[in-house]
């Protein structure tokens, strides 16, 4: 399996987002966390990553500085979008979307059906951000949620109105590590150091068995877990991230052979994008892609109860890297 987000349909194409908006008004600026670029080494150090995914060769990338959300978008974030904008969402436009079996809160006749290769995700109605496990759920006690059931379009959307943009695939890896070279985690090469969770996955036997020992079924709070060194809460775990990169599983070789390594920005078209981070479904048994390494993807239009995103920006030119936005 490309990854634990297997339900979805195609429903159109996904507009460009290659494009780099002007540097954010001050109002928007506080979840922004200053990065100062660098050169760092991308992909699987300890070859454990999908031959599909192509996380390997590992190789060197360059990339200037620039800023990143310490936090993924969450719902309360999302609401005010969509009450500034009336923005409808690719889950409410299509009315289902896809909702992990044990989650799910509706009526039987709300399900639509099950992913043929992965049947604990079920096409839900009405199952959208509003409500992340169908029907019955609702997000009212989770405004420091992430959002989730959000599209690529829907990421890109968002974007537009914060004056924001995705974070290339490259971005997203640097961020994560945290100024941790080659490592499996933000934190380390294990998991759980001590009995101490550092991040929300799946526990148990999966798909029917979550003890939930790290305290969430589903998503935990935002701002759960410590961050990394580079003051960023959650890179890995709790719900994949959208990246702004088509995805190709033979870019990193791609680029080793064209000796390019400055700022890559992904194949210059492609079917699916990427997704970063994993999810609280990533166990080591079935999907262990909540490595800092790991890649995965999607079509554009997908949406799911676990994939959500956060916003990047461009360094404005009047102020150094090392300089704190204020």
């Known amino acids: 399996m490309p990854s634990d987000l297997t339900f979805g349909a195609t429903r159109g194409p996904s507009p460009d987002p290659a494009r780099r908006p002007p540097a954010l008004p001050r109002k928007r600026r506080r979840t922004l966390v200053d990065l100062p670029g660098g050169t760092y080494a991308a992909g699987d150090s300890f070859g454990e990553g999908y031959q599909a995914d192509g996380e390997g060769p590992v190789h060197p990338v360059d990339l200037p500085a620039f800023r990143l959300d310490a936090t993924a978008v969450t719902n309360e974030e999302f ?10 969402t690719t889950a409410e436009r299509e009315g289902f979307s896809a909702v992990f079996h ?15 290769e992965a049947p604990w995700w079920l096409g839900v109605r009405a199952a959208s951000w509003r409500a992340p ?7 009212g006690r989770r405004g420091n949620h992430p959002v ?35 490592s499996r985690f933000p934190w380390g090469d294990d998991l759980e150091q001590d009995g101490t969770h550092h991040a929300n996955v799946w526990q148990g036997v999966f798909p029917d068995t979550n003890t939930a020992a790290d305290g969430f079924i589903t998503t ?12 960023l809460f959650q890179m890995i775990g709790n719900v994949w991230e959208w990246c702004a990169d088509w995805f190709s599983p033979t870019y990193y070789a791609d680029l080793v052979e064209s000796g390019s390594s400055s700022d890559p920005r992904g194949p210059a078209e492609g079917l699916t994008r990427v997704m970063r981070g994993g999810s609280y479904l990533c166990h080591d048994s079935y ?20 994939l959500g995103f956060r916003c990047a920006a461009d360094q ?11």
């Open 316 to 326: 404005p030119p009047d102020q150094p890297a090392d300089q704190p936005a204020g």
């Open 287 to 306: 999907c262990h892609r909540y490595r800092l390494s790991a890649r995965s993807s999607s079509p554009p239009d997908s949406t799911a109860g676990n």
């Open 79 to 88: 609401a005010r979008f969509v009450k500034a904008t009336g923005h409808v």
């Open 220 to 231: 935990a709070p935002v701002r759960t877990y410590e961050p990394n060194g580079f003051g």
């Open 148 to 182: 989730v059931h959000v599209s690529h379009d829907d990421a890109l959307a968002y974007c537009d109105w914060a004056g924001t943009r995705l974070p290339t695939e490259a971005e997203w890896e640097y961020a994560a590590r945290g100024g941790h070279a080659g």
């Open 102 to 116: 044990l989650a799910f809160d509706g009526s039987p006749r709300d399900v639509l059906g099950r992913s043929p």
């Open 133 to 139: 496990e169908g029907p019955g759920s609702n997000v």
